[in-house]
């Protein structure tokens, strides 16, 4: 997706497939290879966001749409929630409730003070894989970029600029609004 950036240059979004690509290689070479964090191998969903959590009749909770189920490091299956948190589209107490829940429900995620620096990589990517796609998208349509584009835009110069919290290079913290 981020290749597919190149198609921009000279384009009014051209600045922003920059930033966007500016931040693409602020990510670990792990990450931008697509490979796990920690080796970490489970049964994965592969598509998973908020919407793919659907309650059925009994009030219980299932996953929709699992043509992408695979095996993978579930940390990226958190990976886009942690990013529209990280962008203040979901609220940090709106996630850290979706993670106590996740945990409880057998999750394998380290405990709430941990969580964001297991988050981190995954977060970032899909901030930029999602920026990426959304460009790509109001290119194609001729439109503007969206508000949630340009909150993915602003997260991906907060990764490039430094004006996020940087424990390690380039970590982004959640949005707090």
Known sequence: TVAALDALAGTRLAGEAEAVRAAWWELPARARAGTPGDGS???VHGDWHFGQLVADRTGSWRLSDVDDLGVGDPLWDLGRPAAFCAIGVVTAAEFGGFLDA?????????????????LDVPARAYVVQTAARNLLA???????????TAEL????????????????HGTLRPTQR
């Open 153 to 168: 835009l602003a997260a991906c110069l907060r990764m490039t600029r430094g004006s996020v919290t940087r424990g390690n």
């Open 41 to 43: 191998i489970r049964l």
């Open 102 to 118: 996740y945990r409880a429900a057998g999750g394998s995620l380290p405990g709430p003070d941990l969580a964001w620096q297991a």
């Open 138 to 148: 109001a290119h194609r349509t001729g439109a503007d970029p969206d508000e949630v």
